[in-house]
């Protein structure tokens, strides 16, 4: 079971709290200087970042995502604004070569990933699309957010309903509450360590475990004191991974 990005295409919410002022502001400062880059966004859902990506600088920005309304979406601002950014459907869990980039870029897509047989094939898709020594950021979910945390963090956008997951593979449920519509979110439990494990695989020897980032606008506008159990509760990962060239190997 994973979630129908289709059905909530229209109504999938990037603007909750945590993630404008944190997960955002820290993705983009991770990815850093795009200019005269190649960038593939993958799960770009209907492109924001991708559109962000290109408007930065980047010489050629490609965004795919397996969910053809999320692309359909994402093409349709294309032709109201053109930017020349390329969208495509594409399934990253089936490992596949689109072209070599100096940077892959996820925002929200690596906990999607259901089984571990998937989670490793979507980092070989990312290795297998990049030029060696190309970087791969990702900002997402934290697998391993402990769950003692999880009544604390409401007030950012976000609530976790599962119970405490048990062994890999286990669903982990979020509800985003947008407008007063409740939106369901399916990702899945798997630790740091077959993370590291499923990265090293694919042929990246660097991987930097990043800590948030809360944007100055976030610190003005609500204060320091109100991300503390944020940060505590550890509820996203921030990583940057390095190829190293000897990426596409097998598992
Ligand atoms: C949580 S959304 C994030 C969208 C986008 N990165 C953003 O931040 O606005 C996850 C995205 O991953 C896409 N996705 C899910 N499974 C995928 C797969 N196997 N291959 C490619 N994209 C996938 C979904 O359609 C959705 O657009």
Known sequence: MTTDYDAIALSYPNELLYMVYVDTYTYFQLIGDVRGKTVLDIGCGRGEASQRLKLMGATHVVGVDAFPKMI???????????????????????????????????????????????????????????????????????????????????KYGIRIVNPPPVKEGDLLQAIAVVDGEEIFFEDYYFTRATYNEGLAAAGFSQVIWHEPQISPEGIAQFGHSFWQDFIDSRVSIYLECVNTGFGQKKQ
């Open 72 to 154: 359909q979406l994402a093409q349709q601002e294309e032709a109201r604004t053109p930017l020349g950014v390329e969208y495509r459907v594409m399934d990253v869990m089936t490992p596949q070569k689109i072209g070599e980039f100096d940077l892959v870029v996820a925002f929200s897509v690596i906990s999607i990933a259901p089984t571990r047989e998937a989670l490793f094939n979507t980092f070989q898709t990312v290795a297998m699309n990049l030029k060696p020594g190309g970087r791969f950021v990702t900002v997402g979910l934290n697998p391993e957010q402990r769950p003692e945390t999880y009544k604390l963090i409401d």
